[in-house]
């Protein structure tokens, strides 16, 4: 079974900068689409980047392009989200997806909280 763990989230002031970190655990083929997802306080969940497998496109929501970066390491099987920039409604709880093979899995989500 598939099993994912974010993790890098916590209170950071605008304009400063995160890590975030989605651990793979479980078999997975190499060829999954990772994305990071995100939802704020009484709104949807919004898509916010994604990668098709390694060195493959990303893609980013119009409020994060230029300041965020999605990538993989498939050494540490381990998605990673830099933020930089972050700005208070960057507020939510970021969550990791992978799709493979008609299969998917979530993560429970980490926090990321920006402000003054």
């Known amino acids: 079974q598939v099993q994912l763990v974010e993790s890098g989230g916590g209170l950071v002031q605008p304009g400063g900068s995160l890590r975030l970190s989605c651990v793979v655990s479980g078999f997975i083929p190499s060829n999954y689409i990772a994305k990071w997802y995100r939802q704020a306080p009484g709104k949807e969940r919004e898509l916010v980047a994604s990668l098709t497998r390694p060195g493959g496109s990303t893609n980013y929501a119009d409020s994060v392009k230029g300041r965020f970066t999605i990538s993989r390491d498939n050494a540490k099987n381990t998605v990673y989200l830099q933020m930089n920039n972050l700005k208070p409604e960057d507020t939510a709880v970021y969550y990791c997806?992978?799709?493979?093979?008609?299969?998917?899995?979530w993560g429970k989500g980490t926090r990321v909280t920006v402000s003054s």
């Open positions: 997806n992978l799709n493979w093979d008609f299969s998917y899995a």
